[in-house]
Structure formats: structure tokens, C-alpha cells
């Protein structure tokens, strides 16, 4: 099937940077939107920022400037970079990928899923 792996969380001082990861390995087809979302305690969970397949990125309004995705379509890998941090933005972040997951060689058959990584939490504390 499919294996996923999120990492990269971690402590950093106020106005420092994170960089998490995030890749699929597996009986992949295809990989469609990269993800980021983060979720604080108490809050609905919210989207960082997003990458399609057809190249095109987009941000939350709250890290515009300040985070970059970004995606290595032969490593099926996602990225954030997350520049100039803040304790507002300390919280548990969440990739998630779509993958077209293949169930079948001949002829190609497969099923599109949403993988969600665990969680990287990063904390900002000085």
C-alpha cells in the first residue's frame, strides 16, 4: 500500500525557522494536492497553505510572506517552510496528500485516498 511520513516539528526561539516534511512511498499512480493544515486545541483545524498538482500554490492569509510550501513531485514530498515565527503559530501541523493508490497492474486500476501525516508539533518559546 502506501507509507507516509510527516517530521520536522520541533522548539524554536520567537523569530526563528522550521522547515517539516512530508512523503509518500508505495503502490503510488499519482499524487494530487499537497497540504498543509494546523490545529490548535479548541479550534477547527485550519489550511497553511496548498499545492496542486497543476503547480499552483496558495496561503492562508495569516502566513502569507511568512511560510513557503512547497513540492518534490519525484520524491512525492511536500514541504514547509515556516520563516519568522511567532507563539501564535505554535501549534500541531498536518500534511495530507492525495494519492491515486494502485490496485492493480493490468490493466492499471486504482482508488484516489487522502493521506493525513500524524502531526509535527512546533513549538515557539524563548
Known amino acids: 500500500q502506501v507509507q507516509f511520513v510527516e517530521s520536522g516539528g520541533g522548539l524554536v526561539r520567537p523569530g526563528g525557522s522550521l522547515r517539516l516534511s512530508c512523503s509518500a512511498s508505495g503502490s503510488i499512480f499519482n499524487i494530487h494536492d499537497m497540504c498543509w493544515y494546523r490545529q490548535a486545541p479548541g479550534k477547527q483545524r485550519e489550511l497553511v497553505a496548498s499545492?496542486?498538482?497543476?503547480?499552483?500554490?496558495t496561503y492562508g492569509n495569516s502566513v502569507k510572506g511568512r511560510f513557503t510550501i512547497s513540492r518534490d513531485n519525484n520524491k512525492n514530498s511536500v514541504y514547509l517552510q515556516l520563516d519568522s515565527l511567532g507563539p501564535k503559530n505554535a501549534t500541531v501541523y498536518y500534511c495530507?496528500?492525495?494519492?491515486?493508490?494502485?490496485?492493480?497492474?493490468?490493466?492499471?486500476?486504482?482508488?484516489?485516498?487522502?493521506?493525513w501525516g500524524d502531526g509535527a508539533l512546533v513549538t515557539v518559546s524563548s
Open positions: 499545492f496542486t498538482n497543476g503547480g499552483i500554490s
Open positions: 495530507s496528500i492525495g494519492v491515486s493508490v494502485v490496485t492493480g497492474t493490468e490493466p492499471v486500476t486504482y482508488y484516489d485516498k487522502k493521506y
